[in-house]
């Protein structure tokens, strides 16, 4: 083995890295907040493009030569990159954590995003929808995902060492916007910013939360139950309006994923999906091999343990 070339890239971390065989380039994310592709013929950088936070991840599509980048800020931006320039097609937000992982499927052409929220995102870039399902299910960030095109199935882990399997194969619905107002949008008592509502009506304002099945805002006293409501990809109980818990059945709140304990703190995760195998590796320095053929269904190792 002999060192063809040495490429000088990034001034900072290097974050995450890919090669394209078709048009022979790396490409490259950093701290240095730019994301950079080479010719590995040549060894000569090719472009460079800067965001105003760090870079922290990377999915390349070939076919299209489109790039998502995962930034701290909880952005995720679409490029296409040319050869010796790119252009930005549209930029993702709907995070409220940085992003820690991305996941790009050519053939359904859409995209999995985990972040430091503990939430993971699935953007449909083909039908060019933007954001169409929210996933919660995680107690901390989502360090890795993978989505098992075959078995409509997404694997995630997570930074406590939970393990998700996500079945994408059922009618999902998208979690609502939420609505924003200066009253409760049940009883219409004044927020606690509404100063004039407070002072006609004599009352002290109340603070505001949302029902995350109808998205409206609500007072405490309006949304007193929680639910989990799996359909939505809200997994453990979360804060519903009264009259949507009055609406939930007990089937709503059969769980739509299986969850299962890494015990070890899991930063990076790969999958062998022909063989049913995946590896886990963590900040304790171990590394796991798991057999996924008993949750995924797609032949060796070790196994799950019930969380």
Known sequence: M?????LTAHQNRVSAITFCLASEWLISTGHDKCISWMCTRSGSMLGRHYFTSWASCLQYDHETQHAFVGDYSGQITLLKLEQNTCSVITTLKGHEGSI???WWDPVQ?????GASDHSIIMWDIGGRK??????QGHHDKVQAICYIQLTRQLVSCSADGGIAVWNMDISREEAPQWLESDSCQKCEQPFFWNIKQMWDTKTIGLRQ??????????????STKRSSYPIMGFEFQVRVCDSCFESIKDEDRTSLATFHEGKHNISHMSMD????LMVTCGSDRIVKIWDMTPVVGCSLATGFSSR
């Open 100 to 102: 820690t992982s991305l």
């Open 209 to 222: 939360h949302h029902c995350r099945k109808c998205g409206q805002a609500v007072c405490g006293k309006c």
């Open 273 to 276: 999906i022909s063989r049913g």
């Open 2 to 6: 002999r060192n063809l070339f040495f």
């Open 109 to 113: 052409r859409l995209l999995f995003s």
């Open 130 to 135: 933007g954001r169409t399902l929210l996933l």
